[in-house]
């Protein structure tokens, strides 16, 4: 399949399980884009105590994966058509 693919996650803890759905990921499309939530976003979601890695943390994490090749700082909760529009990436295909 051809095109862009976004996925996104608080991504704590970066582990082999993050990588295993982040190479499935990649091999759907062309180019993967990483939402990540911000702090605010996961202690809101999960509890006071998380995340245990800070953003800046979680997002050289994501960024040293071999498979992927950009990330969006600070992605919502929610994906939304309008969220998708401003990222302005013709053929993306959500996940």
């Not at 982040?22 to 062309?30: E, N, P, S």
């Not at 939402?35 to 996961?42: A, E, F, L, N, R």
């Not at 105590?49 to 992605?75: F, K, W």
């Amino acid at each position: 399949m051809q095109g862009w693919l976004y996925i996104d996650g608080a991504f704590d803890l970066f582990h082999a399980g993050h990588v295993e759905i982040l190479k499935i990921a990649q091999q759907l499309g062309d180019f993967l884009l990483v939402g990540i939530y911000t702090d605010q976003t996961v202690s809101e979601i999960r509890g006071a105590q998380y995340p245990l890695m800070n953003l800046h943390e979680r997002t050289l994490s994501v960024l040293a994966c071999r498979y992927v090749d950009e990330v969006n700082i600070g992605a919502p909760w929610e994906v939304t058509k309008d969220m998708v529009c401003s990222l302005l990436l013709p053929g993306l295909l959500l996940a």
